[in-house]
């Protein structure tokens, strides 16, 4: 028993890994993704996908704040030289 427990949580992990972190600009309302295997830390780069733009985006993490249920990511837009707040979903 204890080895199937082991093998859904580690099936479980796995799946949750693979998934992007959805989010919205709160400028915009626009939905945001952060792929899989980016590292969100003050002052990493990382590749976003901008739903408004439709395209990929590399921005540079300023800050990030746990507010309830979401997780707010500001950071630097290296394309459009702006800075940008993201309301993140927190499962």
Known sequence: ??????????????????????????????????EKGNLVRRGETIEIY?????????????SIQRYGNS????VYDNESGEYRTFEMEDD
Do not use: K, P, Q
């Open 1 to 34: 028993m204890r080895i199937i427990a082991g093998l859904a949580f580690a099936v479980a992990f796995a799946g949750s890994n693979a998934l992007a972190w959805d989010g919205v600009d709160s400028s915009t309302g626009g939905a945001v993704e952060i």
């Open 71 to 74: 997780v707010e990511v500001e």
């Open 50 to 62: 901008d739903s408004n733009s439709g395209s990929y985006r590399d921005v540079d993490v300023e």
